[in-house]
């Protein structure tokens, strides 16, 4: 069974820019969550579509948008790029049926902002 | 507000010695609790949870986690360290609650390095 998959891995980009990081979850999997990783603030949620419909969202500004599609593939946008975008970040799926069932990751996309 | 602390930055152990990481949460309610690991370059690896039952949760790799109420710990072991192991380890926790979704909150991470 293939695992989740973050496209693409590595990114540079500008102050300004604005790029699109995609994710296709574990087939079967209906929930996709976002989560920084910095050095810094270590990792920190984004946040978590299922169905389609965001269920979740951590405290990020307005720059910060995703929406999930109908074969549950995710896509995370971020607009007016600064410095401090720079992170790993990381795609989660899970069934998303509220059992106890784990997240499981996938390897991230390195965004970096020149 | 529910968040979990790993109080060490960094642990050193010999290989073959046990390894404990540390973990405490603070959490209104019962909490799902996790353990992830992450090698240089990649995303997290689930290694075990904790979500009722008995306190002693066994989980890869011969990882075992202990959970406990009164101290609201959840501290990551194993029996006999490889170099392998070496990495940094999450505990994350989960608030059971529908509203929450599947919002995972970590702690800050420990590295791992086992000494050949």
């Known amino acids: 069974k293939a695992g989740v998959t973050q496209t693409p891995r590595y990114l540079i980009k500008t102050r300004g820019q604005q790029v699109t990081l995609s994710c296709s979850p574990i087939?079967?999997?209906?929930?996709v969550s976002w989560y920084q990783q910095t050095p810094g603030q270590g990792l920190q949620f984004l946040f978590e579509?299922?169905?389609?419909?965001?269920?979740n969202k951590g405290n990020f500004p307005g720059r910060f948008s995703g929406r999930q599609f109908s074969n549950s593939r995710s896509e995370m946008n971020v607009s007016t790029l600064e410095l401090g975008d720079s992170a790993l970040y990381l795609c989660?799926?899970?069934?998303?049926?509220?059992?106890?069932?784990?997240?499981?990751f996938g390897d991230g996309t390195r965004l970096s902002i020149l | 507000a529910q968040s979990v602390a790993q109080p060490e930055d960094q642990v050193n152990v010999a290989e073959g010695n046990p390894l404990t990481v540390k973990c405490t949460y603070s959490v209104s309610g019962n909490p799902y609790l996790f353990w992830y690991v992450q090698y240089p370059n990649r995303g997290l690896q689930f290694l075990l949870k904790?979500?009722?039952?008995?306190?002693l949760v066994k989980g890869s790799y011969g990882f075992e986690a202990e959970f406990n109420k009164s101290q609201t710990s959840f501290h990551l072991k194993k029996p006999s360290a490889l170099v392998s192991d070496s990495a940094l380890y999450f505990c994350?926790?989960?608030?059971?609650?529908?509203?929450?979704?599947?919002?995972?909150?970590f702690g800050g991470g420990t590295r791992v390095l086992v000494k050949p």
């Open positions: 989660a799926s899970s069934l998303g049926d509220m059992s106890n069932q784990p997240q499981h």
């Open positions: 087939s079967g999997h209906r929930s």
């Open positions: 904790y979500i009722t039952g008995d306190n």
């Open positions: 579509y299922f169905s389609e419909t965001q269920r």
């Open positions: 994350a926790v989960r608030d059971p609650g529908w509203a929450a979704g599947n919002k995972l909150t």
